[in-house]
């Protein structure tokens, strides 16, 4: 057959050495490749359920002389390419005269072309030379040997798929038997199982998902001595979650099997790290399945925007060195994503790929942390699209989902939930809407878009695009109009533009459960707003390109009132001016505030503290009397922390304590305020040692808060801001370097970030916390609920 190949007419605008090949898993398929390798050429995989635009671009692109296909092959699929059968080849072979195949091994020849999925836009073509191939099977080879009893290998992988090229060449270079799988029998654990079994199968390559499907069907029957051959399980292309690492060692028990965590992509031949698990015991206090080190003669790096190197612990992106790279793509189609190495010393690593991966290295290992294009920044926030998907697939009757970002980066852009519904579920846009204002951040909350199903590309893949599209249709349309109850009577001809932006924001923040029609007219307290989402509503404005001030829409009566205050925002425009200091008075804390400031700090606080709720009822009104108490003379003493009055009245409406970062009272309580505060010093303390300027009068510590109870919703958003800059200057004329802060409320994590560009250090889940009595005071707080250590730096 390879002498065939060699004989066969090329025309003249088609590349001399590369073949495609269509065609079904069989014992033809190995053999065709084997002919193909023989005689000097590469092998280009396609498949028939290809669409045919796909086809047509991939035939069009790569020009191959020939492409192998089955009988019954549709031809007009392949319209413009020459076609041969097996069956062509093989007659034409028989009538083959001996003659030496033998050729000068070049280990940069072309060996395969895969195409990338394309999910990101058009497909674009792999280059794999012969040492690419053989530099990763050579390490497998070392690092997971076949066993002298290991005779039959399993050939199941899509051949368009990097996957299969170890599948099919790991075996045979090793003179071991290949067992060819139909893709249809893969999908049936039951028959799947039985291959395995009937052939003593060792060892087997498969996604997350197929391996949760076999694990489920093996919960279903007598698992005693099934699969007992069965040693090396490879997991890769899909991130493994821990918990079904832990369902794998369950349903094994000691019986000695290895699951291997694989990671890479077609550009990196397939696998680039590995990590190896032999017992559940390694899997506690794991977070995520770390994807290990990297294989033979591969370099990984971790760095970030600008290519620099990042410290250990941090997360970046995950770029390749070394022998496991492809020589790049047919046509040179990226010339973004191979670049010259900046940190290469040996000639060996003059290359690097980026992977478009975040990852970090934690305890000598690389963690994969999800894609560069699935972590986005909001507002200064960053978001991972993963994160989001997770909570709205917790919502009732939600059956599957998919998170999105519409132009990420511009103005316009946007979070969508691309969801389908569960049948007979009566589930809502608007209850999942009400669900995830419970679970999620405002910065996290998508747009909900409901569609009859998720489209897949020919990898099974989600179509990214289409549904971006489909987006973008629906959003446009000026017949399907998203918002149903904006009614724009009455707005004149100059401002409807902004109020086609303004009128959609407030209906999406307050979501379709607002009270009223969002009209000119309507207030936006009356319509559902609070004091978290009036900032939302302002930060998603500028999102748009328009400015108002927090204070100006806050106090503006109506939405016309809004919109006239709405102005075109320039770039690095703040939010707000300087606070109206006429409306309040500041004064330094001194003993004649301290009945008002206690009763203020204790009224809030156990009212509404984010924390302390969970731990009610084991705390009263008088546990934060005694706390203010004790910390009563060192606050007065330290002269860091201010009272506010009304000018009106003189009365006392806000409370702001501070200490110096490196000057703080220690605290002894017998209470359960305990735990509130062991917990912040749980999440404060890494970050004051390790990335916090040292010693007195560098660092302020703003550490509680507070505003009257009887403020209502607008009063409080514009004296929390308010309380904020006066921080900041208190700082600037204290001479400090800047303000240290944890917030576990909505409102002043949004101000912070939103308003006065605070840098957050570190987000956590409370109720991941696991106090030094080993319970989860916290457990019972939505995934939602977050602490945010956030700095400020003045000079």
């Known amino acids: 057959m390879a002498r065939a190949l060699r004989k066969c007419d090329k025309p003249e605008d088609s590349s001399q050495s590369l073949v495609a090949v269509c065609m079904k898993p069989s014992h033809r398929l190995p053999t065709v490749l084997l002919a193909i390798v023989k005689a000097g050429m590469a092998y280009l995989p396609l498949d028939a359920e290809y669409p045919m635009s796909r086809m047509k671009h991939v035939l069009q692109e790569a020009k191959p002389f020939v492409v192998l296909v089955e009988r019954e092959a549709d031809s007009s699929m392949f319209e413009g390419a020459a076609t041969m059968t097996y069956e062509e080849l093989a007659d034409r072979s028989r009538d083959e005269e001996e003659e030496d195949l033998e050729q000068e091994e070049d280990p940069e020849q072309l060996a395969i072309v895969l195409y990338t999925s394309g999910s990101t836009g058009t497909p674009k073509g792999v280059l794999l030379p012969h040492a690419t191939v053989l530099n990763r099977l050579r390490w497998q080879w070392r690092e997971l040997p076949y066993g002298s009893d290991e005779e ?173 790279l492809a020589a790049g793509y047919l046509r040179d189609n990226d010339s973004r994503k191979f670049l010259d190495n900046p940190h290469a010393i040996d000639p060996e690593y003059s290359r690097i790929y980026r992977t478009g991966d975040y990852a970090r290295i934690s305890k000598g290992v690389v963690v994969y942390e999800g894609r560069v294009d699935s972590q986005i920044k909001v507002r200064g926030h960053r978001v991972d699209l993963t994160e989001v998907e997770k909570a709205v697939c917790r919502v009732p009757g939600v059956d599957s989902v998919v ?150 829409f806050i106090t503006a009566k109506n939405l016309g009132e809004v919109l006239a205050r709405m102005r075109i925002s320039m770039d690095d425009v703040p939010l707000e001016k300087d606070f109206d200091e006429e409306g309040y008075i500041f004064e330094m804390l001194d003993h004649s505030h301290k009945r008002d400031a206690i009763e203020i700090i204790t009224e809030s606080f156990y009212s509404k503290a984010d924390l302390e709720q969970w731990l009610m009822p084991g705390i009263e009104r008088d546990d934060y009397r005694i706390m203010m108490e004790i910390l009563w003379e060192p606050l007065v003493e330290k002269n860091l922390s201010f009272v506010v009055k009304s000018s009106r009245d003189n009365r006392t409406i806000g409370v702001g304590l501070n200490f110096d970062l490196w000057d703080e009272p220690e605290l002894i309580l017998d209470s359960k305020l305990t735990i509130v505060f062991d917990f912040l010093e749980f999440l404060e303390a890494p970050i004051r040692e390790r990335k916090l300027p040292k010693g007195k009068g560098q660092i302020i510590h703003n550490f509680m808060m507070s505003t009257s109870s009887d403020l209502n919703a607008a009063e409080n958003v514009i004296m929390m801001k308010a309380m904020e800059e006066y921080c900041l200057q208190l700082a600037r004329r204290k001479e400090y370097a800047g303000i240290f802060t944890t917030n576990t409320s909505p409102l002043t994590q949004q101000l912070g970030m939103d308003v006065f560009g605070y840098e957050t250090l570190l987000t956590y889940q409370v109720n991941k916390y696991v106090a030094p009595d080993d319970t989860k005071p916290f457990g019972e707080a939505p995934d939602g609920q977050l602490a945010i250590c956030s700095l400020k730096m003045i000079r």
């Open 152 to 324: 039959r290998c399993v050939f199941k992988t899509s051949l368009t798929f990097v996957d299969s090229v170890s599948e099919i060449w790991g075996p045979l270079l090793q003179g071991r038997t290949l067992v060819v799988v139909s893709k249809h029998v893969t999908k049936d654990p039951e028959r799947f199982v039985q291959v395995l079994e009937k052939h003593q199968i060792q060892r087997l390559v498969l996604v997350p998902s197929l391996l949760h499907s076999m694990l489920m069907y093996l919960s279903l029957r007598d698992k005693e001595n099934v699969l007992r051959s069965l040693k090396l399980w490879v997991c890769s292309g899909e991130t493994l979650p821990v918990s079904l690492a832990e369902q794998f060692f369950v349903t094994f028990q000691d019986e000695g099997k290895i699951l291997a965590n694989f990671y890479g992509s077609t550009e990196i031949m397939g696998d680039v790290t590995y990590h190896l698990l032999n017992s559940q015991n390694q899997l506690q206090s794991m977070e995520k399945v770390p994807i290990g080190k990297p294989l033979d003669n591969c370099i990984v790096y971790i760095v970030n925007k600008e290519m620099r190197l990042v410290p250990q612990g941090e997360v970046g992106e995950l770029i390749v060195a070394g022998r496991n």
């Open 403 to 552: 998170v999105l970002c519409y132009k990420p980066g511009e103005l316009s852009q946007a979070l969508v939930a691309f969801i389908t519904i569960a049948n007979g579920s009566p589930t809502c846009e608007q209850k999942i809407e009400t669900f995830l204002q419970a679970t999620l951040p405002p910065y996290m909350l998508p747009h909900i878009v409901v569609v009859d199903n998720i489209p897949l590309l020919t990898n099974g893949k989600t179509d990214r695009q289409t549904l971006l599209k489909q987006y973008e249709s629906s959003n446009h349309s000026e017949n399907n109009d998203q918002y149903v109850n904006c009614d724009y009577t009455g707005v004149s001809a100059e401002e409807l533009e902004k109020a086609k932006v303004l009128f959609p924001t407030v209906a999406s923040v307050i979501g379709r459960s607002s009270r009223a029609s969002i009209t000119l007219d309507a207030n936006f307290y009356e319509l559902g707003g609070n004091s978290l989402n009036s900032i939302y509503t302002v930060t998603k404005l500028r999102d748009q390109g328009y400015e108002i001030g927090i204070t100006e």
